[in-house]
């Protein structure tokens, strides 16, 4: 609690409403996000984050809700919001006839920045975001991971305080996703506040400070990862067996254990901590029964993002864990 008492939120969100027509795509959320930390709102398709992010950048009116953005109030100082703030969404202001460093140079110059300064910071984030071998190239040659770096460098150009990315990795391979990651990071420790959406989960996990998962319009799960995974006793060791005698031996010394006797496995409840791990090769050794194979399963935000947005897995896997 003495947390929110020293540090000013960057977004603080209370009654967020958004309805297109008759369709409610932001049903009353709270949110908070720390000065300083990066913030992931998950969702499947659809379930109103880039509304949200949106709405927090001053492009979208919301309809109902009290709500303060880089400690400016949104509905009546929106101009005070979007000088503090940098979004890199979708469709970026790229103009692809010009070149990664005459889009640059034109963002500094609409940010008003002399010439000298305009061509420092121009030069800065092309070494930040590894543009060099492409600086001369116009932008509608590049691909779509230098198109990506391009995107956040005209966001950077603004020195944002707080920053929203959109899918900032959606169709990057993996080394692009991690040198976005690195980039993301490396801002934050220069205090920068990150509100991110993404579809990974291993982004959310790698990134994120806290997470909300957004479904049909509501928060329906909030909290640092770890919290997250905490939620979901998803946990078991997975045993697999050739020999049907020694599956039935195993079955019946394991008293916890969920059989499946077709398949020839069990699977036994735990966290895959070594004591209880030892407990049961310590069993299987006493009663002779050699499984095949053993895999440690540990609940990850897949298993969050299941069992909370109700997707068609969420019910195995929930079954999974009882
Ligand atoms: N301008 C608009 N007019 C009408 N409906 C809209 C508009 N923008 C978004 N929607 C609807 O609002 C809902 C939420 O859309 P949104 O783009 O916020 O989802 P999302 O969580 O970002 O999804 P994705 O993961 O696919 O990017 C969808 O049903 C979408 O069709
Ligand atoms: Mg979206």
Do not use: C
């Amino acid at each position: 609690m003495t947390a929110t008492l020293t540090t000013r939120p960057a977004i603080s969100a209370a009654g967020l409403r958004k309805t297109f027509g008759s369709t409610v795509v932001l049903d009353d959320v709270d949110l908070t996000v720390t000065e300083g930390t990066v913030f992931a709102l998950l969702g499947p398709n659809g379930a109103g984050k880039t509304t949200m992010v949106r709405i927090l950048a001053t492009l979208l009116p919301a309809d109902g809700g009290s709500i303060r953005v880089a400690g400016h109030d949104l509905a009546r100082d929106p101009d005070g919001v979007r000088a503090a703030i940098g979004l890199t969404g979708q469709f970026a202001a790229v103009d692809r006839l010009l070149t990664v460093r005459e889009n640059l140079w034109l963002m500094a110059r609409l940010h008003r920045l002399g010439r000298a300064e305009a061509g420092r910071r121009v030069a800065r984030l092309i070494e930040r975001l590894d543009l060099g071998a492409s600086a001369r190239k116009p932008a509608s040659l590049l691909s779509g991971g230098q198109q990506r770096r391009l995107d956040l460098a005209m966001t950077l150009v603004g020195d944002p305080r707080l920053l929203f990315l959109d899918e900032p990795t959606t169709g990057l391979d993996p080394r692009s996703r991690h040198a976005m990651w690195q980039i993301v990071r490396e801002l934050v420790a220069e205090g920068v506040t990150v509100f991110l959406t993404t579809q990974y989960l291993d982004e959310a996990d790698q990134l994120a400070d806290r997470i909300a998962v957004l479904d049909h319009g509501r928060v329906v799960v909030e909290g640092t990862p770890d919290e997250l995974k905490r939620r979901i006793p998803g946990g078991h060791l997975l045993l697999r067996f050739t020999d049907p005698a020694a599956w039935r031996a195993a079955a019946a010394a394991l008293a916890t254990a969920h059989r499946d006797e077709d398949a020839l496995t069990l699977q036994v409840p735990g966290d895959g901590d070594v004591a209880s791990l030892r407990a049961v090769l310590g069993t299987l050794d006493r009663v002779r029964a050699e499984p095949g194979s053993l895999t440690i399963h540990t609940p990850d935000l897949d298993d969050v993002f299941f069992a909370f947005t109700g997707a068609p897995a969420a019910d195995a896997a929930l079954e999974e864990t009882r």
